[in-house]
């Protein structure tokens, strides 16, 4: 093969430069080897979601009643359903001057960390947190644990690089947890701790705090937490030299995030099983998931961060051969770069 060609011309770098990478949406140093299966370059933030269930809905009677409170609660709700959370985080901050109106602490609490969690897909990163400690005392004030904004807490302090203060929040809810059943909390506070302990390197706690998250799974856990202890795996095995074990743990990770409806995630999933095939030295593979990311991009509205995987399929392309693949890339480059064109005019 002598190159893929769009147009009647060669697309091998055709110039989207890469200047930096993101581990979960953050920046990360650019030294670091952008061939890691779990550093992908992400232009929007993905939602924060990911690991937490997502909004709390208004469910006692006595703020159910509060009409344009409820409404607000769930207009925000389909809103953030729908993706446009700028628009859900107007509701949600509608519902909380309402909630304070009516001084209903877990209606406070609940607003508060429904707005903590569009600031953060919305890239406020700081200001979720601040939110997140907001809701936590209001719960609190009324009789709930707030555990769910303990383990969000932890989840974006990670995000924002304080690995210490992420292990000490992860800390509070292993005490918060004790005498309780929780298993899908257990799941998802064991498994960031296991990611915290593989952002240091320390694959002998990340392992032991895999098993600690994996004796909860039952038949009905969630896709999204499942998808997680995937990635979990898949980063062990990238970091043994195996691969072909991490391609295939992050290969389910996506097919986790597609039944749960995440596609973003799922995109992200299917770039880190690209590399890793890569690494396998298995091209073909390497290339089709590259490819299928890049259409999710592209389809999703954001093409610059689809060329940028069509770019980096194109060496395991070249190796793998595949003709009828090879036109659907050259397809996809031409409308990518149209569409591209087009912005800019």
């Not at 952008?34 to 997502?54: E, H, K, S």
């Not at 006692?60 to 700028?86: E, L, N």
Request: proline share 4%; with cysteine; hydrophobic share 40%.
């Amino acid at each position: 093969m002598k190159g893929i060609r769009a147009n009647g011309e060669p697309i091998w770098g055709f110039g989207v430069q890469v200047s930096g990478f993101g581990v979960d949406g953050l920046s990360i140093p650019t030294k670091w080897n952008w061939n890691l299966p779990w550093v992908i370059p992400v232009l929007v933030f993905t939602l924060f979601v990911t690991a937490c269930g997502g909004p709390r809905p208004a469910t006692r009677p006595a703020v159910q009643r509060d009409a344009y409170y409820h409404r607000m609660i769930t207009s925000g709700h389909g809103a953030f359903q729908r993706g446009d959370i700028s628009r859900a985080a107007e509701l949600y901050e509608n519902a909380l001057v309402r909630a304070q109106i009516m001084d209903r602490p877990e209606a406070i609490g609940s607003s508060a960390y429904n707005l903590a969690l569009c600031r953060i897909a919305l890239g406020d990163l700081k200001e979720g947190r601040d939110l997140l400690r907001k809701a936590r005392v209001e719960l609190r004030r009324a009789g709930e644990s707030g555990l769910d904004t303990l383990l969000a807490e932890a989840e974006v302090t990670r995000r924002l690089g304080e690995a210490e203060a992420a292990w000490t929040l992860t800390d509070e809810a292993v005490v918060a947890l004790e005498g309780i059943r929780a298993r899908h909390e257990r799941i998802q506070v064991h498994s960031l701790r296991a990611l915290l302990a593989l952002d240091r390197d320390d694959v002998e706690n990340a392992t032991d705090e895999l098993a600690l998250a994996e004796r909860q799974v039952r038949r009905d856990t969630p896709f999204r937490l499942q998808a997680r202890l995937a990635e979990v795996r898949g980063r062990l095995h990238w970091a043994g030299d195996d691969p072909v074990l991490a391609a295939q743990e992050f290969d389910q990770e996506a097919m986790h995030y597609r039944n749960e409806g995440r596609f973003q995630d799922m995109a992200r999933a299917m770039t880190r099983a690209a590399a890793a095939y890569d690494k396998a030295d298995d091209q073909g593979l390497a290339a089709d998931r590259f490819y299928r990311s890049a259409r999710h991009y592209a389809a999703a509205g954001d093409p610059v961060e689809a060329l940028k995987l069509v770019e980096r399929a194109l060496p395991s392309l070249e190796q793998a051969e595949d003709p009828a693949l090879e036109q659907r890339v050259a397809a996809l480059f031409e409308k990518l770069t149209e569409t591209v064109k087009n912005k800019r005019e």
